[in-house]
């Protein structure tokens, strides 16, 4: 079955730039999404279609993509910023999404 | 602002079933794509199951497929789940999705209720 791969952890500074990386064979034709995730609350959507950002989510968010990685950008981190964070996409056929491991971003 | 409400949730013996609802409400949601995805304790986000808005058409994550059901009754702006034989590691909380789709960007999960927790155990 398909897979997205992201790293288990990243940590940075407040005020530093966090960089976290989805990696799957797909990711060239298919379009990723990606979600922020508190314990205890619902998922939030706060990049779509690889570099889209949503109404209401500040611009220190932005994402980009190059071949079969896509990367979510978090300028300027702040300690609110601190949750797991899910990058999904689909497969080659389009109908069966999967979600990444989860990346935990930390705020040192 | 949309508004999705899951229920159902409990506590269920190995093998047995439960039924999960969502109820939406402040858009259209005859129109929409609806998904229901799941969160294992310690674990990632998984998608479980997709239904299209009319009702025709479904997708299922492999694990659940012959065992889980995704539904709606549009006319009541509910969305169902179905579980059947389940396993221990059904275990979640299971969240209600409403989904955007095109042919050119994809498929993804625009607002999410707050989840329900099932629990399978003996």
């Known amino acids: 079955s398909y897979e997205l791969t992201q790293p288990p952890s990243v940590s940075v500074s407040p005020g530093q730039t966090a960089r976290i990386t989805c990696s799957g064979d797909?990711?060239?034709?298919?379009?990723a999404f990606w979600y922020q995730k508190k314990p205890g609350q619902a998922p939030v959507l706060v990049i779509y279609k690889d570099t889209e950002r949503p109404s209401g989510i500040l611009e220190r968010f932005s994402g980009s993509s190059s071949g079969t990685t896509v990367t979510l950008t978090i300028s300027g981190v702040q300690p609110g910023d601190e949750a797991e964070y899910y990058c999904q996409s689909a497969d080659s056929s389009g109908t069966y999404w999967v979600f990444g491991g989860g990346t935990k971003l930390t705020v040192l | 602002e949309v508004h999705l409400v899951e229920s159902g949730g409990g506590l269920v013996q190995p093998g047995g079933s439960l039924r999960l609802s969502c109820a939406a409400s402040r858009f259209i949601f005859s129109t929409y794509w609806m998904s229901w995805v799941r969160q294992a304790p310690g674990k990632g986000l998984e998608w479980v199951a997709t239904?299209?808005?009319?009702?025709?058409?479904?997708y299922y994550v492999d694990s659940v497929k012959g065992r889980f059901t995704i539904s709606r009754d549009n006319a009541k702006n509910s969305l169902y789940l179905q579980m059947n034989s389940l396993r221990a590691d059904d275990t979640a909380v299971y969240y209600c999705?409403?989904?955007?789709?095109?042919?050119?960007?994809?498929?993804?999960?625009?607002?999410w209720g707050q989840g329900t927790r099932v629990t399978v155990s003996s």
């Open positions: 999705a409403r989904g955007i789709y095109t042919m050119l960007s994809g498929y993804y999960f625009d607002y």
């Open positions: 797909a990711l060239p034709k298919q379009y």
């Open positions: 239904i299209k808005p009319d009702g025709n058409e479904q």
